[in-house]
């Protein structure tokens, strides 16, 4: 009986050195460049995605990025290398749960007036339907922003035969109120080609960065509210000017504050909260005001510098929470090959926002 429990005792010894040996080693936790950790993981690795503006349609959560690809252009101030051609919905029915990736929504090969660069896209429902808008640039090669229309949130979308009447610049992003009434928030510098439509009209030898004066106000984003169809414009575009806390406006060499691109607009208790990337200085930051139209107050930085050149964000609030998107390049490592991730944004008692470090030690 002793010999026999000997040899089964090492029969399971065996099995388990066995077992021990062919057992999934334990990935190693991703890190960033400098040795931290990622606070957030991407919602999505399947494919490349960026710019997620995030809207709750029926209490479920939609995102609208723009869809990332590999293409040949070298890299270079102005965002010739991101060469993206369609957009490709997400959805999620709770905080941590399935992120489903949608079929193609639109493809800029279907848009009668654009050629190329289907960049950062937004989204917004009325009265049973669902509004893409999203930025291309046309045959003359200015960026114009467009309007889809579909009976569902993921598409297929329908693109109007031409752009909005007035558009110009990039990165539209629309706000709805309490009061039904909608407004596009849009433009951007460098590539976004703000600066070479001061004049009303698009000048394609205009500055390729700014207005190159640094001691002048900054460019500011545009606002205009939308028609009753959702499809044009109400008026012309206006500046949405963005003040310190003396009320002088941001300086064109304020890098650290002044506005790049990628503005986005909610509304937090009674106030209006416009948020917007520093670009080349790597932040998002935020101003507070009492107006869709501004102006805003300048209050501090959202998000810490990412992996990755910038980033280009959304907040919204959902199942109780508020939640800030955004993007890095962590799974690529390249600028133009991002990933899309949420995390979730706190208010202090005052209203300020509690800024975020994407990285932690």
Do not use: C
Not at 53 to 66: D, E, N, Q, T
Not at 68 to 80: F, H, K, S, T, V
Not at 320 to 326: D, R, T, V
Request: glycine share 8%; charged share 20%.
């Amino acid at each position: 009986m002793r010999a026999r429990a000997t040899l089964a005792t090492l029969m399971l010894l065996t099995a388990g050195a066995s077992t021990a040996q062919t057992a999934p080693a334990t990935a190693p936790e991703p890190r960033a460049p400098d040795g931290r950790r990622y606070l957030s993981q991407p919602l999505v690795t399947e494919i490349y995605t960026a710019d997620p503006s995030a809207h709750v349609f029926a209490g479920k959560l939609y995102i609208y990025p723009s869809h990332d690809i590999d293409g040949p252009a070298p890299e270079d101030d102005l965002g010739g290398h991101f060469e993206m051609r369609d957009y490709r919905v997400l959805s999620m029915d709770r905080p941590g749960g399935k992120v489903t990736i949608h079929p193609v929504a639109l493809d800029v090969k279907d848009v009668p007036w654009a050629e190329k660069q289907a960049w950062a896209p937004d989204a917004a429902f009325k009265n049973g339907t669902y509004y893409l808008y999203f930025p291309a640039k046309d045959r003359q090669g200015a960026f114009r922003i467009g309007v889809a229309t579909s009976r569902s949130p993921v598409g297929p979308f329908v693109p109007e035969k031409a752009p909005i009447k007035g558009s110009f610049s990039i990165d539209p992003a629309v706000f709805t109120d309490t009061d039904a009434k909608s407004y596009m928030i849009f433009g951007g510098i460098w590539g976004g080609q703000l600066q070479r439509n001061t004049s009303g009209t698009y000048d394609p030898n205009g500055s390729k960065t700014d207005l190159n004066a640094p001691d002048k106000p900054a460019l500011a984003p545009k606002i205009a509210m939308m028609s009753a169809d959702m499809k044009q414009f109400a008026h012309a575009p206006r500046d949405v000017q963005i003040v310190d806390k003396a009320g002088k406006p941001i300086l064109g060499g304020d890098t650290d504050r002044r506005f790049f691109e990628a503005a986005w607009m909610h509304k937090y208790q009674g106030k209006y909260y416009l948020s917007w990337s520093t670009g080349d200085t790597h932040y998002l930051v935020y101003g507070i005001g009492n107006s869709p139209y501004g102006p805003f107050t300048y209050q501090g930085r959202i998000l810490e510098p990412v992996v990755g050149w910038t980033t280009h964000h959304s907040i919204v609030e959902w199942q109780g929470k508020w939640w800030l998107f955004y993007a890095d390049s962590q799974l690529s490592g390249q600028t133009r090959l991002r990933n899309v991730k949420m995390t979730e944004l706190t208010y202090n008692a005052d209203g300020t926002i509690r800024t975020i470090d994407p990285l932690v030690k």
